[in-house]
């Protein structure tokens, strides 16, 4: 469970983010690791986060599912370079599926054309071409005209529940201040990094 502290701190430098004119604040850098060893990286939108952790929502067929799936461990980034002389957050921590009544209540809020396109993405499979994908959103469009899009039994949410976190935080010279809490059981533990 993060802190009330460490909330504080994040929402905080997001506020600054978004106050700054940063056309997609909310974007973090995901990273997975495969059963191979292999890492993964791209960029999510964080849509909440709070005592309990960061959330993102995707598809459960995808790519980053997979591996999360193998893999429960990730890291996400943070990058503001636009505020004060530039601001990193990194979590890591490991991410469970979000419930279904939090998945379908934030498919419920997204807007019709992003749903349809939830459902005929068949996210991360190759494409023989661009035709394709434009018939499968034509036909969701078409099956779902007259109804409320339900959410796909394949598309939800992750809750990542970080264990560390580090605030970044540039300077001249490089001469930056770095800020590590560390979840120790039922605490967290804070100290600085040189940088």
């Not at 279904?100 to 459902?119: H, K």
Request: glycine letters at 6%; charged letters at 30%.
């Amino acid at each position: 469970m993060l802190t009330p502290d460490i909330l504080h701190t994040f929402r905080g430098l997001l506020d600054e983010a978004k106050a700054s004119g940063d056309r997609e604040p909310s974007a973090m850098n995901l990273s997975t690791c495969d059963k191979d060893g292999r890492v993964h990286s791209r960029i999510v939108l964080l849509k909440a986060i709070d005592e309990r952790g960061l959330r993102f929502f995707t598809n459960y067929e995808s790519a980053k599912a997979a591996q999360i799936a193998e893999h429960a461990q990730v890291a996400l980034c943070f990058h503001w370079k636009q505020i004060r002389e530039g601001i990193q957050v990194r979590f890591e921590g490991r991410a469970t599926k979000a419930s279904e009544a939090e998945s379908d209540a934030y498919f419920a809020s997204r807007p019709r054309g992003s749903q349809i396109g939830a459902w005929a993405s068949l996210q991360s499979q190759e494409l023989p071409d661009r035709e394709t994908f434009d018939a499968r959103v034509d036909h969701y469009e078409k099956e779902f005209a007259d109804r409320d899009v339900p959410r796909p039994p394949h598309w939800g949410g992750y809750v990542v529940e970080p264990d560390r976190v580090e605030f970044w935080y540039g300077a001249t010279f490089r001469l930056h201040e770095r800020v590590v809490h560390t979840e120790a059981g039922t605490h967290w533990t804070s100290h600085l990094l040189y940088p």
